[in-house]
């Protein structure tokens, strides 16, 4: 894939799948939407996150500032990214680890090369609300660079990390496109 920063666009080379530090970012369709779905029959993830409904499919396939991946690591499915944009260059996002995968790094992995991605490389500023007692979760986000927003939760239980750098020069915000 090249980092050349290009608008994304719905049904652009951006929907493919694209090879990144060996993971493969698909932007989510029926099927990731049906594979991640099944991930929710852990009970961990169903506490911490939200099942994946008709509602959220559509908010995330259909509205231009919004995108979900599914990503792959060979054919295995071993994660899902979400980022919510905005016209201002931010963005805030979730990252889901499959859960047979659990504390093998692949979330720290995951993220790492998500960073590097054509989507986060045009926003200054990128933010992840992680819930207190989520150790993991904390820990690998702030191994990637995250740094907490404030020293204690606010009052949902939740630690906004930010990750902020130079949008690269010339980079297009995401832009609409079906």
């Known amino acids: 894939m090249s980092l050349a920063v290009r608008p994304l666009r719905r049904g652009s080379r951006v929907g ?3 090879m990144m530090t060996g993971f493969q970012f698909q932007l989510m369709d029926r099927c990731g939407l049906t594979i991640f779905a099944a991930w ?3 009970a961990e993830l169903d506490r911490r996150v939200c099942a994946p409904t008709e509602q959220w499919f559509d908010y995330v396939c259909t509205r231009p500032e ?17 980022l919510d944009t905005s016209p201002d260059g931010t963005g805030s996002m979730s990252l889901v680890v ?20 054509e989507a986060a490389s045009c926003l200054g500023k ?11 979760s904390l820990r690998c986000f702030r191994a990637s660079g995250f740094v907490a927003r404030d020293a204690e939760p606010d009052g949902n239980g ?21």
């Open 98 to 117: 499959n859960s047979e995968l659990r504390s093998r790094g692949y979330g720290k992995r995951i993220l790492r090369a998500f960073l590097h991605h």
């Open 40 to 42: 929710f029959a852990d």
């Open 16 to 18: 493919e799948k694209k």
């Open 66 to 82: 919004n995108f979900a991946w599914l990503v792959y690591e060979g054919p295995q499915a071993v994660g899902q990214i979400q």
């Open 126 to 136: 990128i933010e992840a609300c992680i819930e207190a007692d989520n150790v993991a």
């Open 158 to 178: 939740l630690m906004t990390h930010v990750y902020t750098h130079e949008a690269t020069p010339g980079a297009a915000f995401p832009s609409a496109g079906l």
